[in-house]
């Protein structure tokens, strides 16, 4: 193996801000540095800029202020990241830049770079809707880009046919080490755990919301738990109608949840759920079967190829409440099966960095300056 030098290009850094692109960089260059390379992360601040060592990695925080007239125009840090990028990469010679936004992928590009430019979302009309200049700016930026990849079959499928561009499969991973399962059968009252940002309506609070009638109809002691903050699924409760008191007094509002509290929340559960739309992957539902916890998830982006087997989970019609319900009641069902966590626990090894994410990245990595230097050596 031959030891490369790497940046990974992301407006914001996990130890800032807690999201899932955040997190997929920090596990990335974790992995890599472990493997030997040489990582770099390229992220932004509004302070001074800086330069530190974090878990063998190089963090480069570069100051990133947005000019007013990109702020009217609606733009944002996300979109204009490349602007401040490109300054560091081009002072610096690597083998790969995997960049995180089109327009870190454009900088990447003009510094000479060779470049990995990932979609983060999963690509769809509703997403480029409400600027269609948005299109514009991801298709120069992947038509530049050395390679294109995406976190599942189906958001690589949906690049390729909204975007007209070839798209490779690098999925998001899970440290498996940290969600260790608890393997006994949950047989007691039915935990509900909601495996999602609350605050963002496509992840479909509104839809577990509305599902719980029915689940309580039949399982009374059923709990339906929700992490972060109770006023962002209050906009919801006038869809319950005359079920509303009955749903609410069957809700855990657990507030927002560190990181490392997951583990035991997931194995806390007897089912996890994401009714998600127009999501790449859905990682927490890895981490669910990691700790032993099956699964339901709506048909829709990236989430079937995770719940893609019946004895871990159950995926259900999008959009629909009583579908919802009758996927959790299977899915309670079979939380009860004493095989069920082993099963969910296995299956979460397709998406472990050191079995399978890992090397699929650093493949693609060198596949990448391997071309680069064939091309250097024949100049």
Request: hydrophobic letters at 45%; charged letters at 25%; proline letters at 7%.
């Amino acid at each position: 193996m031959t030891a490369l030098r790497l940046a990974l290009v992301h407006p914001f850094h996990w130890a800032d801000v807690a999201r899932g692109g955040e997190r997929y960089v920090a596990d990335l260059a974790w992995w890599m540095t472990r493997r030997g390379h040489s990582v770099d992360v390229i992220t932004g601040t509004n302070e001074a800029a800086s330069v530190d060592v974090e878990d063998g990695f190089t963090v480069r925080r570069v100051k990133h202020v947005m000019p007013e007239r990109l702020r009217r125009r609606r733009l944002s840090v996300v979109e204009t990241f490349g602007w401040a990028a490109f300054a560091p990469l081009r002072r610096q010679r690597y083998d790969v830049v995997h960049a995180m936004t089109p327009t870190a992928a454009m900088a990447s590009r003009l510094a000479g770079q060779r470049t990995l430019l990932t979609a983060l979302g999963h690509p769809t009309p509703e997403m480029f809707g409400h600027r269609p200049f948005d299109r514009s700016i991801a298709r120069l930026a992947m038509r530049m880009a050395t390679q294109t990849a995406a976190f599942s079959d189906a958001s690589a499928a949906q690049v390729r046919a909204m975007l007209h561009t070839d798209c490779i499969v690098l999925p998001l991973g899970v440290r498996r080490d940290d969600f260790v399962p608890d393997l006994a059968a949950r047989t007691g009252p039915p935990r509900l755990l909601f495996a999602g940002f609350p605050g963002a309506l496509r992840k479909g609070v509104d839809l577990a919301l509305s599902a719980m009638p029915h689940v309580l109809d039949l399982h009374p002691d059923a709990r339906l738990v929700l992490p972060g903050d109770a006023g962002q699924h209050e906009r919801f409760h006038s869809l319950l109608g005359a079920d509303k008191e009955r749903v609410l007094a069957a809700v855990d509002d657990i507030g927002v949840q560190p990181m490392e509290a997951m583990p035991a929340l997931y194995r806390s559960a007897t089912v996890s759920l994401l009714p998600a739309k127009w999501e790449a992957l859905g990682i927490s539902l890895v981490e669910s079967l990691a700790c032993g916890t099956p699964a339901v998830c709506a048909d829709d982006g990236g989430m079937p190829s995770i719940v893609s087997d019946p004895r871990v989970g159950v995926v259900v019609r999008a959009n629909d409440p009583a579908a919802l319900a009758a996927g959790l009641l299977e899915a309670i069902t079979l939380a009860r099966q004493p095989e069920t966590p082993g099963l969910c626990a296995e299956h979460a090894r397709r998406w472990d960095w050191d079995d399978t994410v890992g090397p699929l990245h650093e493949a693609a990595y060198e596949r990448l300056a391997t071309r680069r230097r064939r091309k250097t050596s024949r100049g």
